[in-house]
């Protein structure tokens, strides 16, 4: 399975941006699809998730109400609109499958996501 993250930019504080991450796996309409984040200096960090049918979703507490998370199965495609940007947002996003996939549990460790993608740089500015 690959994962092609794109959409990363740099913005000014209170900007918004929409990220996305096109996968060419098959079973795409069945996986739980989570989103990553890592700044500079810092450890890789969960962001968001949402299982196969988009019943549920599951936020890191600092992005709740600014990001939101969706996905198009028919274009495998799993997106992560950004609002009111801050600076702390600043980080390279990457998008990955979850391992064990159903429509209730949604992970958040590093170790529970099995494909990744390579990345997309977002820049904040102040």
Do not use: G, H, I, R
């Given at each position: 399975v690959e994962l092609v993250e794109s959409g990363g930019e740099s913005v000014q504080a209170g900007g918004s941006l929409r990220l996305s991450c096109a996968s060419s796996g098959r079973t795409f309409s069945s996986v739980t699809m989570g989103w990553f984040r890592q700044a500079p200096g810092k450890e890789r960090e969960f962001v968001a998730a949402m299982t196969p049918n988009g019943g549920r979703t599951r936020y890191l507490d600092s992005v709740k109400g600014r990001f939101t998370i969706s996905r198009d199965n028919a274009k495998r495609t799993v997106y992560l609109q950004?609002?009111?940007?801050?600076?702390?947002?600043?980080?390279?996003?990457?998008?990955?499958?979850?391992v064990y996939s159903d429509s209730f549990y949604l992970a958040t460790q590093e170790t529970e996501f099995a494909y990744w993608g390579q990345g997309t740089q977002v820049t904040v500015s102040s």
């Open positions: 950004m609002n009111s940007l801050k600076p702390e947002d600043t980080a390279v996003y990457y998008c990955a499958t979850q």
